[in-house]
């Protein structure tokens, strides 16, 4: 018998155990489905106080409860560690790190690349390396691959190496790890058929694809496909703005056609771990190829540049009551980055804040996700929503819309309203 199908027969039996570096947004709900379908998993992070959390069985994010953390942790079926010398021990290796940007805009495999060097130096004949972190097409082979050879193992006979992307989507209700389709790709047939074989009791469906950059470049196109199409909606809200036109009611009848049509909504710019970095690693990709990926580069100018519109429609704001941004107040509702969650990376809140403090404005915030804000080297925190908090301000900016935000009570009391996620319509830039 090869190792692969050792690996796909203890597989069957759930016999493996999974080990899963970094434990963060990706990691943890993926820790969580394989324990329910009846893996053992050993997690990796290198932050001491997510692990010591996690060992008590308190959970770090939000997608995973208390609950189902302590469920999981039941029979010692999920235990966390800082220390990489105990990645001997797993059969099945998930890389979930980060891979955010330089600061100039190129992608940052840091995190990845410590990875490697870690699994080099305990790698054995058996075992198979999954990454799932969001890169551009060429990393697991042009990165990871060289590293886990230079232990003197064999891909594809002695250890496997794939790639599946994760899909994960923060405070949605409906699609999580389990139900959400995976996609896998190998170096070698063996590497796939090993990795599927390792998720399918976990994932609902799998859909294999012939190599990892195919993996790699699904996850891409998917959020680069977002990003273009966004850019769209916010250019289209710009020209309705300018034309006096409501865009709101030009989507929802757009909308109402059942072929050729797909809804995409403006707002105050790109946030999250995905749509604002995606389409740069491709862009990064292709500029060492000599290609300029033209749509892909003008929505990202697009997008970038929304968090700027939204200020002008503060400053209108602050002119109809005589008032400058230099010492006015504004409260911006809700920085985090999507509806009911507490995740900020990448908010355009955070621009609006630097925008708005750049041109003298004092700034607070209130959003019920997010109590405390460490932004810059300063420290915000979140105010409670009065009538007096919202009569005191000059004008409220909402960004960031959450269920449990009474935004009656910033309507009747405010003196001015700026509404990112709607445009000149409805609620949109309106004193009432």
Request: charged share 25%.
């Amino acid at each position: 018998m090869t190792r692969a199908d050792e690996l796909i027969a203890k597989a069957d039996q759930r016999d493996l155990l999974f080990g899963i570096i970094g434990l963060g947004y990706v990691g943890l709900p993926l820790a969580v489905e394989l324990i329910k379908a009846g893996y053992r998993v050993l997690g990796f992070d290198v932050d001491p106080k997510v692990v010591a959390g996690l060992e008590r069985g308190e959970s770090h994010v939000k997608d995973v409860s208390h609950e189902d953390l302590q469920q999981a942790r039941a029979d010692d079926r999920l235990r966390a560690t800082t220390d990489m010398s105990r990645l001997r021990e797993p059969d099945v290796i998930s890389i979930c790190v980060p891979t955010p940007l330089s600061k100039f805009k190129d992608p940052d495999m840091s995190y990845i690349q410590s990875a490697g060097r870690a699994l080099t130096k305990t790698l054995r004949a058996g075992q198979i390396v999954i990454l799932e972190s969001t890169t551009y097409p060429g990393t697991t082979r042009e990165i990871l691959l060289p590293e886990l050879e230079s232990s003197g193992l064999s891909v594809g006979t002695d250890f496997f190496l794939a790639f599946s992307p994760e899909r994960v989507d923060p405070g949605n209700t409906t699609y999580q790890t389990r139900n959400t389709p995976k996609v896998v790709g190998g170096i070698t047939p063996d590497c796939l058929r090993v990795a599927m074989a390792c998720y399918q009791p976990a994932i609902d469906t799998l859909v294999p694809v012939s190599t990892t950059e195919a993996a790699e470049l699904v996850k891409l196109l998917e959020n680069t496909f977002r990003s273009v199409n966004i850019g769209l909606a916010n250019e289209m809200a710009i020209v309705c703005d300018k034309l006096g036109v409501d865009v709101w009611e030009v989507i929802d009848a757009a909308a109402t056609k059942p072929f050729g049509f797909m809804r995409f909504l403006p707002g105050p710019g790109l946030g999250g771990h995905c749509i604002p970095i995606d389409p740069h690693y491709l862009a990064w990709k292709m500029r060492g190829l000599n290609y300029k990926t033209r749509f892909v580069d003008l929505a990202g100018e697009v997008n970038t540049e929304m968090p700027l519109f939204w200020i002008r429609k503060v400053t209108d704001q602050l002119n109809i009551q005589s008032k400058s941004v230099r010492g006015a107040n504004v409260l911006v509702l809700g920085v985090a980055y999507k509806r009911d969650v507490e995740d900020i990376r990448e908010s355009p809140a955070l621009d609006i804040i630097n925008l708005l403090e750049g041109q003298g404005a004092e700034v607070r915030y209130h959003d019920p996700n997010v109590p405390e804000l460490n932004h810059d080297g300063k420290v915000y925190r979140s105010v409670t929503l009065t009538p007096d908090e919202v009569r005191h301000a000059d004008c409220v900016i909402i960004v960031t819309d959450h269920t449990n935000v009474d935004y009656d009570l910033v309507r009747q009391n405010a003196k001015s309203v700026v509404d990112t996620r709607n445009v000149l319509g409805r609620t949109s830039s309106t004193s009432p």
